[in-house]
């Protein structure tokens, strides 16, 4: 008899190790899972919470260092973090991105712009000079592509070469009517109101269907009235400036 207690109690004692184990184990897989959700969400939370902390120029930043990851053959995001790292007077970094940029576009205009820049920022007059020289020989055969580089320039505040490249397409298309407005508003922005009147002038002459040129002319001083028809010939070279010169260039 007192056997078959012993026997009883013994398995009364296993029955309850087990049902404490078992309950440990869930215990501990629960709190298990529940720690890897709160890890889970915690980062999720600080993610975003930098995202929020970022700067605009920050989030452009990661933004096109993400578009280079996709694509890494993209010029102009090269060229756009480049002007970034100029920006910040990081000057080795910008150059490094433009000539990234000019190993997938050797004629990508506003680089090339950027990149005399960035020479003269960086003390180096003499090389930019050198480069700015052989940019605006590259196009020295077309309108279009010299109208183009000009506003690049004028885009990084290079004057000088801006209006060397605006001179440079008016010679080679004299009456063309976008050339000559170009021409005109550079001269706006600078305050010379009688050059901006005069090359405003001869835009009107060659196209008078420009109704925001005329309205320059006005806050100028010069009476205008737009035609209910344009000059042909006009229309057709400028369309002839607008388009990619397919002429070899040197």
Not at 24 to 29: A, K, P, T, V
Not at 183 to 190: A, D, E, H, Q, V
Not at 194 to 223: C, D, H, I, T
């Amino acid at each position: 008899m007192a056997h078959k207690q012993e026997v009883v109690f013994k398995a009364i004692r296993c029955l309850k190790l087990r049902r404490i184990i078992g309950v440990g184990f869930l215990l501990s897989f629960a709190l298990l899972f529940g720690g890897c959700q709160s890890f889970g969400a915690g980062k999720a939370k600080s993610s975003t919470k930098d995202e929020i902390t970022m700067t605009p120029v920050e989030k452009k930043k990661a933004k096109l260092l993400k578009a280079i990851d996709r694509k890494f053959e993209n010029p102009q995001a090269h060229f756009e973090l480049g002007q970034l790292y100029q920006a910040d007077g990081l000057w080795s970094q910008a150059k490094h991105e433009y000539n990234v940029a000019f190993s997938f576009d050797p004629a990508h205009l506003p680089t090339q712009a950027a990149m005399v820049k960035v020479l003269i920022e960086s003390g180096d007059t003499t090389k930019s000079g050198i480069y700015a020289d052989i940019y605006m020989n590259q196009v020295a055969s077309s309108a279009a592509e010299s109208l183009k580089l000009g506003l690049a320039f004028q885009g990084q505040a290079l004057d000088e070469y801006a209006l060397g490249c605006y001179r440079q397409a008016l010679h080679l298309a004299p009456t063309s009517a976008k050339i000559n407005r170009q021409i005109g508003y550079y001269y706006l922005s600078k305050g010379n109101r009688e050059l901006a009147k005069s090359y405003l002038s001869r835009s009107f002459q060659l196209n008078p269907l420009q109704p925001e040129v005329a309205g320059e002319l006005g806050r100028l001083g010069v009476a205008v009235a737009i035609p209910r028809k344009t000059q042909k010939d006009t229309r057709k070279l400028d369309k002839i400036v607008e388009q990619s010169d397919k002429k070899v260039k040197p």
